[in-house]
């Protein structure tokens, strides 16, 4: 970072306060979503307090402020600081603006949430779902395997120190840096370049867990002349974990065409049952 | 030669923009509004959420007519998107061409939803913009409701009237 | 009784407040079958059973709202069972399954409560009632914790005894082949996993990591006697060196990525906002 962009970082006490509330009201985004407005109405509510102390209690461009904030929405929690600061330094200059008798366009704020929301959704999820949880979960499993409580401890920090940092920063850089930041990330390529790299280490840890974590073993056994034939050492001398890689594959490649999880799950468990009473399993 | 015109809150977003250009084999998306274009913010995003190897154009209705009635457009699949019908009204009889409608995600941004008209799931309809559509419908069109394309379609016009 | 019934629905209520408090991932059965384990005071049951439960809901997340099963609930009350009634690994499994498909129904359920709501919270706004916008919310909020709270609580104190003679009835056979089912049941989640980061382009490197997973032996000093190291092939590369080369070749590609678009930008003067530019470029490949 340039020390332009480091002076841009800092904060005074009051920004400090505002972005700091923002944090942790933010935390509560996800709470209870509804099918017509997903995130909106709680969106409103998080944003509340600070058009309260923007245009005062109870006054018109209060109401008018939190009426034009409860649209649809929806994005990824963790990268909400970011729409939701920027949102309230809008505000800011909405008020300033309007206080020296000037014009500003507040059907901007609404432009901007929603041509954002989509954008930070899918670096979001793709940092949260393909790189953190993946991670964590790969490292706490086999600690937790063991009975050992380092795997839930783990867990819990691999997920939430960055996590923390994210939320904080992106709040950050939503009230300081503001707008043109994120639109220079996306046209310079910044947002995609992160996302494929998100897939990239996630497709590498997938690859990883399927030949830790799926232990399929086939017990078929043969008795031949003077000797036993033993199917798992065979497929084992082949390629080992040659079984779990078919079985995810096939299952891959089933949900991908039909997308139907449920049947997925029931066809597992009656081949579960076939191959146990054939004994060629279990 | 444009696919489809298409009225949807986010324009240009995720699973939507991805299905329906594979679907229709879309080349080129052009978003229409007047104030769009002058948003930098939004303009960077709408091409960035754009599927891989689709160009996206965000254009003013005068410039958005010119380029989809250039001759050069012809050959190319070009899927329009807006979020207002008013755009679509005034686009419709300044097109060579007779393209097909549709619209989903519609009316949940931008005003409260208990002054509007649920008409689907995901279609709000105030006032003014049944008012819109209606004059639409007038110039013998009518919107397909299909949010994406493995949905059916339905028609808009009976959605309303029924 | 009544002790474990407040524990588990102190945990279910808990584990829905933090499925959606600051996307901290805590809700997942790694994390909160160990928290119930410790609080029905069997913390290694609970952290094996959390591991088990894990696995086979790997690939099962909550997206955007949307709640494909609920894994939390499912997970929580099949482990309370399997500690409180002593039983095992299979039968948490058999019981986390079908509830967590249960679990979404009353999810679905909730929402559509909340959802009738929003007039409401609208109405509140249009009266310019911020005081009464504000407590409908928080209503909401301490209505669904506390829902959530009376379910863990209840299904606890009244379903222990029929959930114990359904266990009993579960035949051997039956037994055997969900401990063969819950091996095969991790490929389902990682599958779910794999359609979700799945592009053509970077499919070889979900197969450079299967390979890291399964073929390299890695060589541990296990004892050293007389100044002689022996070292024993005992396990494979472990997730954390995986993800250390991972997050490399992550990088790599991160980096080359940008390299590639700044050329690219480099071609597009930056100040063609005028009509004809724009319109050029609309017809060039």
Redesign the interface.
């Known amino acids: 970072m340039t020390d332009t962009n480091k002076e841009m970082m800092k904060l005074n006490k009051d920004e400090r306060k505002i972005v700091s509330k923002m944090f942790w009201r933010n935390q509560f985004l996800m709470f209870c979503t509804s099918y017509t407005k997903q995130q909106g109405i709680t969106y409103g509510w998080l944003m509340a307090p600070f058009f309260q102390k923007i245009y005062g209690k109870d006054t018109d461009a209060f109401y008018d402020a939190l009426s034009r904030e409860l649209d649809f929405f929806n994005t990824a929690p963790a990268m909400n600081g970011f729409i939701a600061s920027l949102d309230v330094s809008m505000q800011e200059e909405n008020k300033a603006l309007t206080d020296r008798g000037e014009f500003f366009d507040v059907t901007s704020i609404t432009a901007l949430k929603t041509a954002l929301m989509g954008p930070l959704a899918g670096i979001g999820y793709a940092i949260y779902l393909s790189v953190l949880r993946v991670i964590a979960t790969g490292i706490a499993l086999s600690l937790s395997q063991q009975g050992n409580i380092l795997g839930p401890i783990l867990f819990l920090l691999v997920v939430n120190v960055p996590n923390m940092l994210i939320r904080w920063f992106t709040t950050v850089l939503g009230y300081k840096a503001g707008g043109q930041f994120i639109s220079e990330a996306m046209r310079s390529g910044t947002f995609a370049a992160i996302t494929k790299g998100c897939a990239v280490l996630g497709l590498i840890m997938t690859g990883a867990m399927t030949a830790q974590f799926v232990t399929f073993k086939t017990t078929f056994e043969a008795k031949l002349a003077n000797s036993t034939f033993n199917l798992q050492s065979v497929i084992d001398s082949i390629m080992p974990g040659l079984l779990p890689l078919a079985i995810t594959l096939i299952l891959f490649a089933y949900l991908k065409k039909y997308n139907r999880p449920v049947r997925a799950l029931i066809a597992v468990f009656l081949l579960s049952i076939i191959l146990t009473l054939l004994k060629i399993a279990g | 030669m444009i696919s489809m015109i298409r009225i949807d809150d986010r324009l240009v977003h995720g699973q939507v923009a991805v299905k329906w250009s594979k679907q229709l084999g879309i080349s080129r998306i052009v978003v229409v509004s007047d104030t769009i274009p002058k948003n930098e913010i939004q303009v960077s995003a709408l091409k960035m959420a754009a599927p891989a190897g689709v160009k996206v154009a965000v254009l003013d209705l005068d410039k958005a007519v010119n380029i989809l009635n250039d001759p050069r457009s012809k050959d190319m699949k070009i899927l329009v998107v807006t979020n207002e019908p008013k755009y679509v009204a005034e686009l419709l009889p300044r097109l060579n061409e007779k393209p097909l409608l549709n619209m989903a995600n519609y009316g949940r941004i931008g005003g409260l939803l208990s002054d509007k008209k649920k008409i689907t799931e995901t279609v709000y309809l105030s006032q003014e913009d049944t008012i819109c559509l209606q004059s639409i419908f007038d110039d013998g069109y009518d919107f397909n409701y299909q949010p994406l394309p493995d949905d059916t379609a339905q028609s808009l016009k009976k959605l309303i009237g029924g | 009784m009544l002790m474990n019934a407040l524990i588990v629905g102190f945990v279910v209520a808990f584990a829905k407040f933090i ?8 809700s ?1 059965p ?2 909160i079958v ?2 119930l384990g410790i609080l029905l005071g069997h ?3 609970g ?2 059973l ?3 439960l ?2 086979i809901f ?4 909550s ?3 949307v709640m ?2 609920d894994i939390t609930l499912g997970s929580i009350f099949g482990a309370a069972f399997a500690m409180i009634l002593g039983s095992n690994l299979e039968s948490a499994i058999a019981l986390a ?1 079908p509830i967590s ?1 249960l679990g979404t129904l009353l999810y679905s359920l909730m ?2 409560v ?2 009738s ?3 409401r ?3 509140h ?2 009266d ?1 009632n ?1 005081k009464s ?2 407590r409908l ?1 928080h209503l ?2 301490w209505g ?1 914790e506390l829902t959530y709270f009376l379910l863990g609580f209840l299904v606890i104190i009244a379903g222990t005894d029929a959930v114990n003679a359904l266990i009993q009835a579960i035949p051997d ?2 037994q ?6 819950s ?6 989640g ?10 053509k382009s ?2 070889p ?11 390299f032996f890695y060589q541990k000093a296990t004892t050293v006697t007389k100044g002689v190291v022996t070292a024993q092939p005992t396990n ?5 060196q ?2 250390f ?3 490399i ?3 790599l ?2 980096m080359a ?2 390299k ?3 050329k ?2 480099e071609h597009i003067p930056t100040n063609s906002t005028s ?1 004809d530019d ?2 050029e ?3 060039n490949d």
Not at chain 3, 205 to 215: E, P, Q, R, W
Request: no cysteine; hydrophobic share 55%; aromatic share 16%.
């Open positions: 499925d959606w408090w600051g996307s901290t991932q805590l997942r790694i994390f160990a928290v913390p290694t049951e952290i094996i959390g591991a088990q894990e696995l790997l690939g099962n997340i997206m955007g709202g494909p099963s399954v498909m929402k559509m909340i959802t709501l929003v007039p919270f609208e109405k706004i249009r310019r911020y916008f504000n919310w909401q909020f669904f056979w039956v055997k082949s969900m401990t063969v089912a091996t095969i049941l991790p490929a389902i990682l599958a779910l996993l794999l359609k979700m980061l799945w592009q970077l499919a490197y979900y197969f450079l990591g299967f390979g890291l997973g399964a073929f494979i590369l472990s997730l954390v995986i993800a080369i991972g997050f070749i992550a990088a590609v991160v990525e940008l590639n678009s700044k690219k930008n009509m724009e319109s470029d609309f017809f």
